[in-house]
């Protein structure tokens, strides 16, 4: 089996970091390290572990989430690189799973993903205990039935939990740095790794929770670095990504966003904006598509009655 370095980002949430650690000790294939990329000033106080952990800081005012990308894999060793958020707890064969994978497939491979609500990971959690409250993302397809799934539109790509071969990453030239803060790096990637004719799947397996955290989506919270990245996609591929985010903040009016011109931003997300795409206690995630269906029908123009 090939040798697996897994790397996280990470900025905050410390509990989350530590269940990941927690998860990569409990794999059926140990991989040979643990890479965090620091994205703050202070190292984290992690507990000790049979993986090693190597913590390396990515400076930079807003989420380098690109910039950590890179400097998590030209720290790597193993032959496979997995990526996991810092929220994405692995399950027992994460590892091994996209091993096996990418013994088969020289691309990129895109693991399952399941939410948990609130307090799945209070005390000593199980793996029992999360498969009983864990929820498919009703925004994301699911897992192909077994094996791969090759998929023809890059835009499939989700970077929350993925592995690609460590060559395979280097010879690309890695995620774009430019993007800065949250939103864009990833389909920038996909996008590149579609020119290259590089292959981008879903794999039954690769199975990740991914922990609770208060979170907006649309992600307004990000308004500003959302435009942003849109903007720069549009210059170095002749078109905008993240549509379906821009076109929730334009039916919100904190967006002008008509083609060939640049993106206006005409008003800052205010309490009511937050209250309507923040996630509630009792939901395991946030969905876009639920937050534009409320919006356009409360923007909906009401129809005078008919006379008889």
Not at 118 to 132: I, N, Q
Not at 139 to 147: E, I, K, N, S, Y
Not at 183 to 202: Q, V
Request: charged letters at 20%.
């Amino acid at each position: 089996m090939s040798t697996v370095s897994v790397v996280t980002l990470a900025k905050g949430r410390p509990a989350h970091l530590a269940n990941v650690l927690r998860g990569l000790e409990r794999q059926t294939q140990a991989p040979v390290e643990f890479i965090v990329a620091v994205m703050q000033d202070d190292l984290y106080d992690l507990p000790a572990s049979s993986v090693p952990v190597r913590q390396i800081r990515v400076p930079g005012a807003e989420l380098p989430l690109a910039a950590a990308r890179n400097r998590g894999v030209a720290a790597a060793t193993g032959e496979v690189v997995v990526f996991l958020d810092v929220d994405c707890i692995p399950a027992p064969d994460l590892v091994a799973d996209y091993a096996q994978g990418l013994a088969t497939l020289d691309g990129l491979l895109m693991g399952e993903v399941l939410h948990l609500p609130e307090a799945a990971t209070l005390g000593h959690w199980t793996y029992a205990d999360l498969a009983r409250v864990a929820e498919k993302h009703s925004d994301r397809r699911g897992p192909p039935a077994t094996g791969l799934e090759i998929c023809h539109d890059y835009r499939c790509f989700w970077s929350l939990n993925f592995a690609i071969r460590r060559a395979t990453f280097l010879a690309t030239g890695g995620f774009d740095e430019r993007y800065t803060g949250y939103g864009g790096e990833d389909t920038d990637f996909g996008k590149a790794l579609d020119r290259r004719g590089l292959p981008i799947a879903w794999m039954k397996g690769g199975l990740a929770y991914h922990q609770y955290h208060p979170h907006h989506m649309p992600p307004v919270h990000h308004l500003d670095s959302v435009v942003r990245n849109a903007e720069l996609f549009e210059a170095k591929w002749g078109y905008r990504t993240m549509g379906h985010w821009l076109h929730a903040f334009r039916v919100m009016g904190l967006i002008d966003d008509t083609p060939d011109r640049p993106i206006r931003i005409l008003r800052r997300p205010d309490a009511d904006d937050l209250a309507l795409t923040g996630q509630q206690g009792h939901q395991p995630y946030t969905n876009s598509a639920s937050v534009i269906r409320a919006i356009e029908a409360r923007e909906a123009p009401v129809q005078d009655a008919v006379p008889a």
